[in-house]
């Protein structure tokens, strides 16, 4: 920063390193560094949405009111004054000093409208979080164009233009920039990619990845730094947002080597769930019907008990699934009802009266009396659960802590469903993902039967 003259047009300086190696640290001191040597006087500081724009400039005016700022560079840290004593701005959008700098926060979902001060234009613009993991390509055309026909064009004749932000995905703004592929900020200089670790090593102890090699581009972020995050994150998360690793070969649990456990040795369970991934067909064309059954350990450990996947008839499956329940003591079933809606109601109750009446059949009249049939319970994947790979993602974290355990048995086709994710199909993989779900943050609706259940419980009393 220490080259940017007022008058001048400098060439932009793009930055592509991993999250933790303080990216916006960095990008919001240059701001007050520009105001402090008065070579810059208005700035923009842009992010994807409006609210982490408004996080960011409000960090900088948390800097500009600190005591050394206060110290050495008093007016830059006085709010500017109107000439009746009013503040001419110090909000979560707008800072303006006593001393000429403003600094205004834009996101791009809200545009560049009545973003301005008297005539003038932003001598400096910064990009900061501009890309979202999971950004579609709309979504990142949009922001580009936003960028470049509404931000870009406001700048004055000397802009100085940042752009900060790790790579996230191979087809985000950073991407385009850091190969080469974007048409705009064509003179820019380019930091990185630079990963957190140089040369990383790594291998699974125990279900829980260490750091075994590889030299931390700075100290700020060292080797056990690096491992508290990927303890905190997960691996996946910390290579694609440290290492820049969006383009890995191979599926996103290539990676996961599964724990296992004999069925013998199960510990004691504090809550089991049984979910169904349904089709609404049975032809040879249809999706494959998804059965997934796990149990919760003191331990917050999740074990997979029971895995099945095929084309049957909904009955069937549901069936299936009312079976299983009742051998592993879930008090329901869950469906995903994206496809049939209210339908899978009426289906569950016919398979329901179906499995009653053939067990009544198969074991004594003490034996039925005990059984506990489980209730039926629903979510939906447009609930905001995200895509199939977002839900995917979410389950991956806790394989990565060494927090999912197989249980030996039908755990060859799990593992055989998630390693060939995203290839269909993908119905088992989303039905163990409902389970996993409901094991770990209660699901479709669980809460509220348990209270309800409750409730008539007490009234037996």
Same mark, same amino acid.
């Given at each position: 920063?220490?080259?940017?003259?007022? &008058?001048?047009?400098?060439?932009?300086?793009?930055?592509?390193?991993?999250?933790?190696?303080? #990216?916006?640290?960095?990008?919001? !001191?240059?701001?007050?560094?520009?105001?402090? +040597?008065?070579? +810059?006087?208005?700035?923009?500081?842009?992010?994807?949405?409006?609210?982490?724009?408004?996080?960011?400039?409000?960090?900088?005016?948390?800097?500009?009111?600190?005591?050394?700022?206060?110290?050495?560079?008093?007016?830059?840290? +006085?709010?500017?004054?109107?000439?009746?004593?009013?503040?001419?701005?110090?909000?979560?959008?707008?800072?303006?000093?006593?001393?000429?700098?403003?600094?205004?926060?834009? &996101?791009?979902?809200?545009?560049?409208?009545?973003?301005?001060?008297?005539?003038?234009?932003?001598?400096?613009?910064?990009?900061?979080?501009?890309? $979202?993991?999971?950004?579609? %390509?709309?979504?990142?055309?949009?922001?580009?164009?936003?960028?470049?026909?509404?931000v870009l064009p406001s700048g004055s004749t000397d802009c100085?233009?940042?752009?900060?932000?790790?790579?996230?995905?191979?087809?985000?703004?950073?991407?385009?920039?850091?190969?080469?592929?974007?048409?705009?900020?064509?003179?820019?200089?380019?930091?990185?990619?630079?990963?957190?670790?140089?040369?990383?090593?790594?291998?699974?102890?125990?279900?829980?990845?260490?750091?075994?090699?590889?030299?931390?581009?700075?100290?700020?972020?060292?080797?056990?730094?690096?491992?508290?995050?990927?303890?905190?994150?997960?691996?996946?998360?910390?290579?694609?947002?440290?290492?820049?690793?969006?383009?890995?070969?191979?599926?996103?649990?290539?990676?996961?080597?599964?724990?296992?456990?004999?069925?013998?040795?199960?510990?004691?369970?504090?809550?089991?769930?049984?979910?169904?991934?349904?089709?609404?067909?049975?032809?040879?064309?249809?999706?494959?019907?998804?059965?997934?059954?796990?149990? %919760?350990? !003191?331990?917050? #450990?999740? @074990?997979?008990? @029971?895995?099945?996947?095929?084309?049957?008839?909904? $009955?069937?499956?549901?069936?299936?699934?009312?079976?299983?329940?009742?051998?592993?003591?879930?008090?329901?079933?869950?469906?995903?009802?994206?496809?049939?809606?209210?339908?899978?109601?009426?289906?569950?109750?016919?398979?329901?009266?179906?499995?009653?009446?053939?067990?009544?059949?198969?074991?004594?009249?003490?034996?039925?009396?005990?059984?506990?049939?489980?209730?039926?319970?629903?979510?939906?994947?447009?609930?905001?659960?995200?895509?199939?790979?977002?839900?995917?993602?979410?389950?991956?974290?806790?394989?990565?802590?060494? #927090?999912?355990?197989?249980?030996?048995?039908?755990?060859?086709?799990?593992?055989?469903?998630?390693? +060939?994710?995203?290839?269909?199909? %993908?119905?088992?993989?989303?039905?163990?993902?409902?389970?996993?779900?409901?094991?770990?943050?209660?699901?479709?609706?669980?809460?509220?039967?348990?209270?309800?259940?409750?409730?008539?419980?007490?009234? #037996?009393?």
């Amino acid at each position: 920063m220490t080259g940017i003259q007022a &008058g001048a047009r400098p060439r932009p300086f793009t930055a592509f390193w991993g999250r933790g190696g303080a #990216k916006s640290t960095n990008a919001e !001191a240059a701001v007050i560094d520009l105001g402090a +040597r008065g070579v +810059r006087r208005y700035c923009w500081y842009v992010s994807g949405t409006q609210d982490k724009a408004d996080s960011h400039v409000e960090n900088i005016g948390a800097m500009l009111e600190s005591a050394n700022v206060s110290k050495y560079y008093p007016e830059l840290s +006085r709010r500017m004054i109107g000439k009746y004593g009013n503040s001419k701005g110090w909000r979560r959008n707008r800072l303006r000093t006593a001393s000429g700098l403003t600094v205004d926060s834009l &996101g791009l979902d809200t545009g560049a409208r009545g973003m301005k001060i008297e005539d003038a234009r932003p001598d400096i613009i910064i990009f900061d979080d501009v890309d $979202e993991l999971h950004d579609t %390509l709309a979504i990142t055309t949009k922001k580009i164009q936003t960028i470049t026909q509404s931000v870009l064009p406001s700048g004055s004749t000397d802009c100085a233009v940042m752009f900060i932000q790790n790579l996230i995905h191979p087809q985000s703004i950073a991407s385009m920039l850091a190969d080469g592929r974007a048409d705009f900020l064509t003179d820019r200089i380019v930091s990185g990619p630079h990963p957190a670790v140089e040369g990383l090593v790594y291998e699974q102890k125990n279900g829980r990845f260490v750091i075994t090699g590889g030299v931390a581009t700075w100290d700020g972020q060292s080797l056990e730094v690096c491992q508290q995050q990927i303890d905190t994150w997960g691996l996946s998360a910390f290579l694609q947002e440290s290492q820049h690793d969006v383009d890995r070969a191979g599926g996103i649990w290539n990676h996961i080597e599964f724990q296992h456990e004999d069925y013998d040795k199960l510990p004691v369970f504090t809550k089991t769930a049984v979910w169904v991934d349904p089709a609404v067909t049975t032809t040879d064309d249809s999706d494959s019907m998804g059965i997934s059954a796990g149990g %919760l350990a !003191a331990s917050d #450990k999740i @074990y997979g008990l @029971y895995w099945w996947e095929g084309i049957t008839t909904p $009955e069937d499956a549901i069936s299936r699934a009312i079976r299983k329940a009742i051998e592993v003591k879930s008090l329901t079933v869950g469906v995903e009802t994206d496809q049939g809606g209210d339908t899978w109601q009426s289906v569950y109750a016919r398979s329901l009266a179906s499995v009653k009446e053939k067990m009544r059949g198969e074991v004594s009249a003490e034996e039925y009396a005990k059984i506990v049939w489980p209730s039926f319970i629903e979510d939906k994947a447009g609930a905001g659960y995200g895509s199939k790979a977002e839900r995917n993602f979410k389950m991956l974290v806790d394989y990565e802590h060494g #927090k999912v355990i197989h249980v030996l048995g039908t755990h060859t086709v799990i593992e055989k469903s998630l390693k +060939r994710f995203p290839n269909k199909p %993908l119905d088992l993989a989303d039905s163990w993902f409902w389970t996993w779900n409901d094991l770990r943050n209660g699901a479709g609706g669980f809460a509220e039967f348990a209270r309800r259940r409750l409730e008539a419980m007490k009234k #037996k009393e």
